[in-house]
């Protein structure tokens, strides 16, 4: 039935009539229902048989000789594959090109030194009935080499647009022996187990004219992060395993393709030289038998009247054989020739055949003594083969390709958020869950807490982007942000020491985005709570250890609080919970290890402590936002250079009633501002809605807080549709 099947044979052997199954995994009708008959190729297969080309052995209950092997014309092994399971062993070998296929062999033939690399040339790979891609080169090369290898199998896929902007994936071809039926099966089951997310429908459009295998993709999804969770999850995707196994000689072996190759020809040259061999003695027989004839006509006298003169057939014919040195075989000839051999005319004809006959005899005994001949002649041969069936190439072979799907692969590149709350929890959550707000809103719940925990640590990446932890000891680990599980707006997330393998007594501080395509010249910039500032290159953080490295030596019960992502000739600013700022350029701060100490860089008065740091130039805002939920923008000239180590300039003038600074940032006036409060609050609004006012005044009431509640840290994110979400409350006046 399989030889019928062109999803399962790459060159049919049997033209079937009748249902012979599909690739959907639907069985063959019953026998009765259908016909068969061998296909052109296969009697290529079976080709001079009659010729003593193979040895042949008495079938199961001697009742019928068969051929131990056949002739074959085309090295079929290859070309059609072989799949099957014996006691003890299994062979798995992949279906290749005809016409690849035969060039291969001839390469052979005329370099016998030649390379798998080489062979890979004209043969570069399997090709497959069904199509598909086949990723990468080095699983066929090792396969080829040792006849045991792997390959990845991708379907063939398009991402149509349709008119109404929605995408659909569209499957043309599947890995081989795929059945798309269970593959649409398992599709909806992932969908319906939220595994895959998505995707709307299912559709196998399939017909006469070939595969076509729909996956409707939902308006706000990537169709090519679906197609990577289809291609590592389904059947879309699979391993052909090479097991080239076959029987020489009466044993099993697992043979090289060069092996398999080299194993044909002297297969074909035994077929040819006993071809040869059988052709030349029928034509010596023949030659043999012309010979007695020619004797016998010219002296068809003395021929007539042996057998006129003789009683029986035995006597004539032994009589023939003493008048004229013929053989048994010659004088019988003689006895049943026909009276009408006797004309002119017919002798001509027998001297015209026996000497083609000689002729051929010397051809054959010549291809027999050479046999640079015998190896023409299989060429010969296999290119007719080639020219009567060869065809294009079906599967792809996808060089360069990427084989293995990393997890980035799987996961859509998106805006979120990471937060991490005072005692350890961390989540990952999407920017699109929170709408701007007009200042003074209330907000909404951004984040489970619970008891006195409460958010510490916000950030704004991408899922794809790497995430470097600052721990208040000095040590950084890293992730990326799709690492960081996603939690919903009001749960609490999971513990970070579930991620990250902190020490006992060491919590996150501070969490920095390192964007893939930032400049090796970068540096980080850090800040210590006692005022210490550290300049490093980021290529010393290039490869973290899972148990984190160290990133800053710290003294005298110092903390580290901030790090920044700096350039050459950048300038810092500095803040302090009383209202102080300091800006330098960080060239005064030189590049220093990893485990370096530091240098000074704000001299702190006493009870004073760093609240944050922020890149700064005279284009930026200086935003600070204090405890009590008050803030303002004030311009970056407003905050001249100087040397580092100074006490700073005011930069706020903070009493009780707007509290000690909360933090303070650098903005460019058109972000977004995320502001948490301890007990998990969070509200976001845009930066242009905070007034823009001196160094020295108190700001602008931004957030209404709860009793006893206070602002413990915020951040900015690129700025959405504005959505009028809050209320608007009074603005308090500024002082």
């Known amino acids: 039935v399989r030889m019928a099947q062109w999803w399962s044979y790459r060159y049919m052997l049997v033209d079937g009539h009748g249902n012979f199954g599909s690739m959907d995994g639907d069985g063959a009708a019953a026998q009765r229902y259908t016909e068969a008959r061998m296909s052109k190729i296969a009697l290529e297969m079976l080709r001079d048989i009659n010729k003593n080309t193979v040895d042949f052995v008495d079938n199961y209950d001697a009742n019928e000789r068969e051929p131990l092997v056949l002739p074959a014309r085309f090295p079929n092994l290859l070309v059609n594959g072989a799949t ?60 080829y080499e040792t006849g045991k290898g792997s390959i990845v199998l991708r379907s063939r896929t398009e991402i149509e647009t349709t008119k109404t902007g929605r995408e659909r994936i569209v499957v043309t071809e599947f890995p081989y022996m795929v059945n798309k039926t269970k593959v649409h099966e398992h599709i909806v089951r992932l969908v319906q187990e939220k595994r895959i997310e998505g995707i709307t429908a299912v559709r196998d459009e399939s017909n006469r004219e070939g595969v076509r295998f729909v996956i409707e993709v939902k308006r706000d999804a990537s169709a090519n992060v679906i197609l990577n969770n289809l291609f590592k999850m389904t059947q879309m995707q699979t391993n052909f395993g090479f097991n080239m196994l076959a029987i020489q000689n009466g044993v099993p072996k697992i043979l090289s393709l060069r092996q398999i190759l080299d194993a044909y020809i002297e297969h074909q040259k035994e077929v040819v030289v006993r071809r040869t061999r059988f ?113 294009k190439r079906r599967t792809e072979l996808m060089i360069g390709e990427v084989l293995t799907l990393e997890d980035e692969d799987l996961i859509e590149e998106t805006d979120v958020l990471i937060t991490l709350s005072n005692k350890g929890y961390i989540k990952r959550l999407d920017q699109g869950e929170f709408t701007a707000q007009k200042r003074g809103g209330r907000g909404v719940q951004g984040t489970g807490v619970k008891d006195d925990d409460f958010v510490c640590e916000l950030v704004s990446t991408s899922t794809h982007d790497h995430l470097l932890f600052f721990t208040n000891k000095g040590r950084v680990y890293r992730l990326k942000g799709y690492e960081i599980p996603e939690y919903g707006r009001t749960a609490k997330g999971l513990p970070v020491v579930n991620l990250l393998k902190l020490d006992e007594g060491e919590s996150i501080q501070t969490i920095i985005n390192v964007e893939s395509e930032r400049s090796d010249d970068a540096y980080l910039f850090f800040t210590t709570r006692h005022g210490i500032v550290k300049r490093t290159s980021v290529k010393e953080f290039a490869n973290i250890r899972q148990n984190g490295l ?17 350039e050459e000739d950048t300038d810092i600013i500095i803040g302090t919970k009383f209202g102080y700022a300091v800006r330098f350029n960080q060239s005064t701060v030189r590049g220093m290890s990893r485990i370096a100490t530091g240098v000074r860089g704000v001299n702190l ?72 409060t301890d007990t998990g609050v969070m509200i976001r609004t845009n930066v242009a809605n905070i007034s823009q006012t001196g160094r020295s005044t108190m700001g602008v009431k931004v957030m209404r807080l709860d009793q006893d509640a206070k602002i413990v840290t915020f951040t900015t994110v690129a700025a959405a549709e504005k959505e009028e979400v809050g209320t608007e409350i009074e603005t308090e006046s500024e002082v």
């Open 605 to 676: 008065r006493d009870g004073d402590t760093v609240v944050g740091a922020s890149v700064i130039t005279d284009q930026d805002e200086v935003l600070i936002i204090t405890e009590k939920g008050y803030g303002k923008r004030t311009l970056a000239t407003e905050y001249p250079t100087k040397g580092r180590g100074g006490k700073g300039m005011k930069t706020a003038n903070v009493a009780e009633k707007n509290g000690p600074l909360a933090g303070l940032l650098t903005v460019k006036g058109d972000e977004d501002l995320m502001i948490i």
């Open 84 to 143: 099957g399971i014996a006691v003890g062993m299994a062979t798995n070998i992949p279906p290749h090109n005809l016409g690849e296929t035969i060039d291969a062999v001839k390469l052979v033939m005329d370099n016998p030194d030649v390379t798998t690399k080489d062979l890979m040339e004209v043969l570069p790979g399997p090709d497959f009935p069904t199509g598909a891609l086949v990723m990468g080169k080095s699983g066929i090369h090792k396969a």
């Open 279 to 391: 052709d030349k003695e029928k034509a010596e027989a023949r030659a043999h038998i012309l010979e007695g004839l020619l004797i016998a006509l010219d002296h068809i006298d003395e021929v007539i009247r042996i057998i006129r003169a003789s009683e029986t057939d035995a006597e004539a014919q032994a009589e023939l054989m003493s008048k004229f040195k013929l053989s048994e075989r010659q004088s019988q000839a003689i006895l049943d020739m026909r009276l009408r051999r006797l004309t002119g005319l017919e002798r001509d004809k027998i001297q015209s055949e026996y000497d083609e006959l000689i002729a051929l005899i010397a051809d054959l005994a010549d291809i027999l003594a050479k046999p640079e001949r015998v190896a023409q002649i299989i060429k010969d041969e296999l290119d007719e083969v080639k020219r009567k069936f060869g065809d």
């Open 550 to 566: 160290k990133a800053l030596n710290l003294k005298d019960e110092d903390e580290l609080i901030n790090v920044l992502l700096t």
